[in-house]
């Protein structure tokens, strides 16, 4: 047997982009509700411009959800047919604390998650929680510019205590951030960040995730003192960068590319920033308010496993004017020629999960955890009632070759594989549903038009074989 007795076999999803019902039971609005159904939700909002924060829309998908606040009890009851033993889905911080700013929680959310784990734990589910996936209030963006400010530190703290102190009973795997790296990228929905022209926006995402940082450790630290048996876990937006070709200067720029990627998991595994770091700042004429506590609580409190998601690789060259650009989790990256076509939105490499295992386990010396995986693409057509997903179940066939091999014959010590929109959701990037990563489709709409109703895909019975064989494929 390869993969221990203990392996954790399940899915990912996130509250933002799945519960919908965003003003029921007291449930404050969040940045992720204020996304426009266009490509202006990736990029950086100007308050100073016109934004799509003072515009109404018709419908906004992140508010519908894949209606899982309704059917979490079906949908928990699908997971176990399915037989996974663990699952992963992130709280919303609105529904706790509707503006950030009460004194006292809302008892209306803390008991429909309540709700969720006690389901989970009676169908033998271990739930993995992230604390922020994506969202927080919008009246913290509004009054105090999101993560900018260091206010949203205790904030977070008073929240994230609330929960841990209530789900103790339940929960053992915490994940405080998704993808603190994708701030550096998407900084509206990583961290509540808006701009003026002409500002330092690096600055700016620098001093944000550095309170993420804080944070991040500081909720370790309440988090070790309310149960020491938790397990705290960082989030990283993974994906090995190859070099276009062989010259230096391409190999430079995707180490560089790959150094810049992990300074956040570089801080909260070893405690510490990268040393390069100091001088890029002074370069970049950045300044990070700080405390001189600070460093001493990110250096107390690190984490006990690392996490991440992986869709593609990404590729690098040093001169990128005649190299083709594509799409993928993150900033655009340089097409890399030898990767087939394929249904996927993103380029697809299951060698490069190896790599990525790899890399990671050299660096950190830590069991990883991978958090997300899978294969987002356009499927609308239900055919009796299923979706032949071939192409899905190729797509899982060879990440998850790959991944036993990382364990098996590299070493890498790993916890467990839980794939990304189990149950279709909406993107992120592209604010749809259409894309969809499901082995449970949703009989859903961009416009949010359908029935909501969930139906089997072929691949949810090839995935339920493998979780019973513990990863025979
Ligand atoms: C990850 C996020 O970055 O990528 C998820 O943690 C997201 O929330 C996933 O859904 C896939 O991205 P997209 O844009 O296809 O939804």
Redesign the pocket.
């Known amino acids: 047997m390869v993969l221990k007795e203990s392996f954790l076999w399940g899915g990912a999803i996130?509250a933002n982009?799945t519960e919908g019902h965003f003003d029921a039971d007291g449930r404050g609005l969040t940045n992720f509700d204020m996304l426009p159904l266009d490509s202006r939700r990736l990029e950086d909002v100007y308050l100073d411009q016109d934004n799509f924060l003072d515009e109404v829309h018709d419908y906004y998908s992140g508010r519908r959800g894949n209606n899982f606040y309704k059917t979490y009890e079906s949908d928990i009851e699908l997971l176990s047919e399915l037989g996974v033993n663990s699952f992963r889905l992130s709280i919303a911080w609105s529904r706790i604390f509707p503006t950030g700013e009460e004194d006292e929680p809302n008892e209306q959310g803390l008991a429909f998650y309540d709700d969720i784990f006690k389901k989970l734990r009676a169908n033998k589910i271990e739930p993995i929680v992230t604390i922020s996936?994506?969202d927080m209030p919008l009246h913290l963006i509004k009054k105090y510019g999101g993560w900018y400010d260091r206010k949203i530190v205790d904030l977070y703290i008073k929240y994230a205590t609330v929960i841990m102190k209530r789900f103790s009973k339940y929960v053992t795997y915490w994940i405080p951030f998704?993808?603190m790296n994708?701030t550096m990228h998407i900084p509206f929905i990583g961290a509540g960040l808006t701009f003026t022209k002409g500002e330092n926006k690096l600055e700016k995402k620098y001093q944000a995730t550095h309170h993420q940082l804080l944070a991040n450790a500081k909720t370790i630290q309440i988090g070790k003192e309310i149960n020491p048996n938790f397990k705290f876990g960082c989030m990283m937006?993974a994906a090995k960068t190859y070099p276009y070709t062989s010259k230096p200067e391409d190999v430079f720029s995707a180490f560089e590319s790959d150094k810049f990627n992990l300074i956040f998991s570089d801080v909260q595994v070893k405690g510490k920033y990268p040393n390069f770091l100091a001088r890029y700042f002074d370069k970049q004429q950045i300044a990070l308010k700080t405390e001189k506590e600070d460093f001493i609580i990110l250096k107390n409190n690190t984490v006990d496993f690392l996490s991440f998601?992986y869709?593609s690789s990404a590729c690098s060259a040093a001169e990128d004017s005649d190299v083709e650009k594509v799409k993928r989790?993150g900033p655009d990256t340089v097409r890399n020629p030898y990767l087939p076509k394929s249904n996927s939105?993103w380029q697809v490499d299951p060698l490069g999960l190896r790599i990525t295992l790899n890399q990671l386990y050299d660096r950190y010396e830590l069991p990883l955890f991978i958090v997300?995986n899978g294969l987002?693409t356009y499927e609308d057509q239900l055919v009796d009632g299923k979706i032949h997903d071939d192409y899905r179940i190729k797509y899982l066939k060879e990440h998850f070759e790959n991944m036993i091999s990382a364990v098996e014959e590299d070493g890498v010590e790993l916890i467990g594989y839980l794939m990304?929109?189990l149950i279709d959701?909406v993107?992120?990037?592209?604010g749809k549903m259409s894309?969809r990563?499901g082995l449970i489709y949703v009989d859903a709409d961009d416009e949010g038009n359908g029935s909501y109703k969930r139906y089997r895909k072929d691949s949810f019975d090839w995935y339920k074989k493998v979780i019973k064989t513990n990863g025979t494929i």
């Open positions: 996130s982009q996936h994506f998704n993808e994708m937006a998601s869709y989790n939105v997300e987002g990304w929109g959701l993107s992120v990037s592209e894309k990563y």
